[in-house]
Nanobody, 124 residues
Framework: QVQLVESGGGSVQAGGSLTLSCAASGYTTTSGSMGWFRQAPGKEREGVAGIDSYSTTIYADSVKGRFTIAKDNAKNTLYLQMKSLKPEDTAMYYC??????????????????WGQGTQVTVSS
């Protein structure tokens, strides 16, 4: 059974940094592609960053240059390093995984497995 457990969320001031982690079990980070999504109250879930089995990364335009996605295959863990955080980054952040080896976009329907989420709140 695949389990994805996020951690590292919290409250920070604008301009601050946070690093989210996603520990995977029942799934290995070399098996396919993984990604981070977020959902703010009243809004649809949106893709933030993704990394495929070849470690090719993609980012939403809104986070390019500020967020970095990476994975540690030895620890079977996915990370999202977030810098220069803005109030509009406030959302529940979710880790997601798929056995697709190539990632053609940050589309929720491409991912089969989801974590429970970790809250990120950025105050101005």
């Amino acid at each position: 059974q695949v389990q994805l457990v996020e951690s590292g969320g919290g409250s920070v001031q604008a301009g601050g940094s946070l690093t989210l982690s996603c520990a995977a079990s029942g799934y290995t980070t070399t098996s396919g592609s993984m990604g981070w999504f977020r959902q703010a109250p009243g809004k649809e879930r949106e893709g933030v960053a993704g990394i495929d089995s070849y470690s090719t990364t993609i980012y939403a335009d809104s986070v390019k240059g500020r967020f970095t996605i990476a994975k540690d295959n030895a620890k079977n863990t996915l990370y999202l390093q977030m810098k220069s955080l803005k109030p509009e980054d406030t959302a529940m952040y979710y880790c997601a995984a798929t056995y697709r080896t190539l990632l053609r976009g940050l589309v929720t329907g491409l991912f089969n497995y989801w974590g429970q989420g970790t809250q990120v709140t950025v105050s101005s």
